[in-house]
């Protein structure tokens, strides 16, 4: 099955700088990477996601990444906030469509 | 448009006692999901409905965890008997390719 892998386990930023959070995946058949943010107690957010058929999705300071070829899919936070302090999983699809999340990135901005 | 709801949201029990979760997926969603979030690690599936059946339950305990979705609509998934590594958070989600997250049900087991 599918198996993916997040890096770091842990970011700490100051405020104002980049924050870049990589997963690889073990399935070539994978085809679609959503990225889920999730703040102390409440529930994991679709923040946002990009399709095998798409190298790069950008939305306002979140962008996504994704090389095919190497499998792997990488987060990337401009101008960071310190309301952007939270975890943040990746995950990707099996072959049957199901979900296979990462371990997640603890995302600290200091001020 | 209303999102994921599930209810309770805590619950507290002894080992050996059984415990149920329901959810109600967003409006029209077919396909709906019961995950387990364990402290420190990402969602993990325990099993996905679409409409009334079972599309993977490949990694639900099936000799203490049950699920059911009868109408299409909302689910239940039970623990009987439950054990102290049950102690998570049960996550429902919805959406035929966008999954979108219930606030969850935290479940201690003592």
């Known amino acids: 099955g599918e198996n993916v892998e997040q890096h770091p386990s842990t970011l700490s930023v100051q405020e104002g700088d980049s924050a870049v959070i990589k997963c690889t995946y073990s399935?070539?058949?994978?085809?679609?990477f959503p990225w889920y943010k999730q703040e102390l107690g409440k529930r994991p957010q679709l923040i946002i996601d990009i399709r095998s058929n798409v190298g790069e999705k950008k939305d306002q300071r979140i962008a996504v990444t994704l090389n095919k070829t190497a499998k792997h899919f990488s987060l990337h936070i401009t101008e960071t906030q310190p309301e952007d302090s939270a975890v943040y999983f990746c995950a990707a699809t099996d072959s049957w469509g199901k979900l296979q999340f990462g371990a997640g990135t603890q995302v600290v901005v200091t001020p | 448009e209303a999102g994921v709801a599930q209810s309770p949201r805590y619950k507290i029990i002894e080992k050996r006692q059984s415990v149920a979760f329901w959810c109600n997926p967003i409006s029209g969603h077919a396909t709906l999901y019961w995950y387990q979030q364990i402290l420190g690690q990402g969602p993990k599936l325990l099993i996905q409905?679409?409409?009334?059946?079972?599309?993977?339950d490949s990694q639900l305990p099936k000799d203490r965890f049950s699920a059911e979705r009868l109408k299409g609509v909302d689910s239940t998934l039970k623990i009987q008997p439950a054990k102290l590594e049950d102690s998570a958070v049960y996550l429902c989600?919805?959406?035929?390719?966008?999954?979108?997250f219930g606030p969850g049900t935290r479940l201690t087991v003592t």
């Open positions: 399935d070539s058949a994978s085809n679609y």
């Open positions: 409905f679409q409409n009334n059946g079972v599309v993977d």
């Open positions: 989600a919805s959406g035929d390719y966008e999954q979108y």
